[in-house]
């Protein structure tokens, strides 16, 4: 009898002990997300004049991040970095969602700024920033990937999404910037081109002038 009061007493103890680990390790991560989060928002209030070079807006800024988050993506590409807005609002997402950003970006000067700007934010360690041509470096990622955002060279747009989409998960989307320019050289072939595609939804989210088209991948053929 006395055993096996002592067996379930350290069972109790133990089972204890076990959700104390537990609810400590959670408070602490959510201590780790407010902080994160706080570092984001400030930097982002403190830079919200200084994206001209090349950058997205905020409103776009913010779509990117609410689809990661919805849909929770993980593996993510920016294909056209500049200083780093866009990869700033998805590497914010995917560091909630457990995620890891890659991002390319051509001009050496842009690409450091953009290191500069990603510690600063505090989210260097969810970004793998390379400094590439895209042309050459998309089609050499491995993949799979479940989160595209183009928002480089628009007459490369369509030669993008044919390199990446077999790589694409079904359920992911392969996202491209100023499209509503469609005057733009390679905007509207790219547009008609994923719109044809049966196994891809394609929509156009306008939160901001320029525009962003969103395929997601509905099957694999």
């Known amino acids: 009898m006395k055993t096996k009061i002592s067996i379930r007493s350290f069972s109790i ?25 706080a570092k984001v928002t400030g930097f982002l209030e403190s830079h919200r004049e200084q994206w001209a070079d090349w950058n997205i807006p905020e409103a776009d800024g913010r779509v990117l991040y609410d689809l990661i988050i919805k849909n929770n993506y993980k593996n993510a590409v920016d294909i056209g970095t500049s200083t780093g807005h866009s990869a700033i609002w998805m590497a914010w997402a995917l560091s909630k ?34 400094l590439a041509d895209a042309h050459e470096l998309v089609k050499n990622l491995e993949g799979p990937f479940d989160f595209i955002f183009s928002d480089a ?59 962003i088209s969103i395929s997601c991948k509905r099957a694999e053929k």
Request: proline share 1%; aromatic share 12%; hydrophobic share 40%.
């Open 13 to 37: 103890f133990f089972l204890l002990f076990s959700n104390l680990l537990v609810n400590t390790a959670l408070c602490e991560e959510a201590k780790i997300n407010i902080d994160l989060d």
């Open 97 to 130: 969602t457990g995620g890891r950003l890659i991002t390319i970006e051509i001009n050496e000067g842009r690409y450091k700024k953009a290191l500069t700007n990603f510690k600063e934010a505090g989210l260097s360690e969810y970004i793998d920033a390379r």
């Open 153 to 211: 060279d628009k007459e490369w747009y369509k030669n993008y999404f044919i390199a990446l989409a077999p790589k694409l998960d079904v359920g992911g989307c392969f996202t491209a910037h100023n499209v509503s320019a469609d005057y733009v050289r390679g905007i509207a072939e790219f547009l008609e081109y994923v719109q044809s595609l049966s196994n891809f939804d394609t929509t156009i989210n306008r939160s901001s002038h320029a525009g």
